[in-house]
């Protein structure tokens, strides 16, 4: 494991000042709805169809020839940022943030609740995801405050391992200003060769089904160099 250095990884720990402010920030264009038109090549003869639809396309290189195919957006899309990749489940509204030195993307599920992964580069000790940790949810937790929410409770730190990677984390508890409960997962989580910080929010009425969902997104980061999981 290639080891950081004291200003590397104060350089990495930069970006969480500004990666949450961009991570409560509303949504752009919905970025869910996918094209509805396609080039399709085979054999080098280009066709154009719509998704979701099952047509007859007849091959003007080989008269006679007729192909029958279909084209549908799979419901579990892929991500890769410069040092990891990871899945989600398809409907969501993607938005990707290239503005800081390190890359991190927003998933909003359908579901209501959102994943914010951002690639912090190489590998990081024990030692440094704990400090990375504790800047990180500090981050997170004072603009919760900042924002109004109340009865705001932060664990302690914990060990936590996911397929590929494994790492420290915290979980924040808090009330909007309707009474509503709300839990923010935050995550520091280091691989072979990557690491990453990650950032859940959800309502607490929906954990039983938006657990398992973003327990399956966390389980599938992984480096780049390991072969997409389907």
């Keep these: ?15 969480f000042a500004g990666l949450w402010v961009w991570a409560a ?6 970025s869910s709805t996918p094209p509805l038109s396609y080039e399709l090549m085979i054999n080098g003869e280009s066709f154009f169809l719509e998704a979701n639809r099952q047509v007859k396309l007849k091959s003007l290189a080989k008269p006679g020839v007729t192909y029958d195919v279909a084209l549908q957006v799979a419901m579990e899309q892929h991500v890769r940022l410069s040092t990891l990749q990871f899945d989600y489940d398809w409907p969501a509204s993607v938005q990707e943030d290239r503005r800081q030195s390190q890359r991190m993307v927003r998933i909003r599920h359908e579901l209501g609740f959102s994943i914010l992964i951002s690639d912090l580069g190489r590998a990081m ?4 995801q704990d400090e990375s940790l504790k800047l990180l949810s500090g981050s997170v937790s004072q603009s919760f405050r900042d924002s109004g929410m109340k009865n705001l409770k932060v664990s302690d730190p914990h060990e936590r391992k996911f397929a590929n990677s494994s790492g420290r984390g915290a979980v ?5 200003s309707q009474g509503i409960a709300q839990t923010s997962l935050v995550y520091v989580l280091t691989g072979s060769d990557f690491s990453a ?14 657990l398992p969902r973003v327990k399956k ?10 072969t997409p999981s389907r």
């Design 25 to 30: 920030e509303p949504a752009g264009p919905n």
């Design 1 to 15: 494991m290639v080891r950081w250095t004291s200003g590397s990884l104060l350089a990495a720990l930069g970006i």
């Design 197 to 210: 910080s990650c950032i859940v929010q959800y309502f607490d009425g929906d954990a039983e089904n938006v």
């Design 217 to 226: 997104t966390l389980d599938s980061v992984r480096s780049l160099t390991q």
């Design 125 to 128: 000790e024990p030692k440094e």
């Design 172 to 176: 924040v508890h808090y009330e909007d």
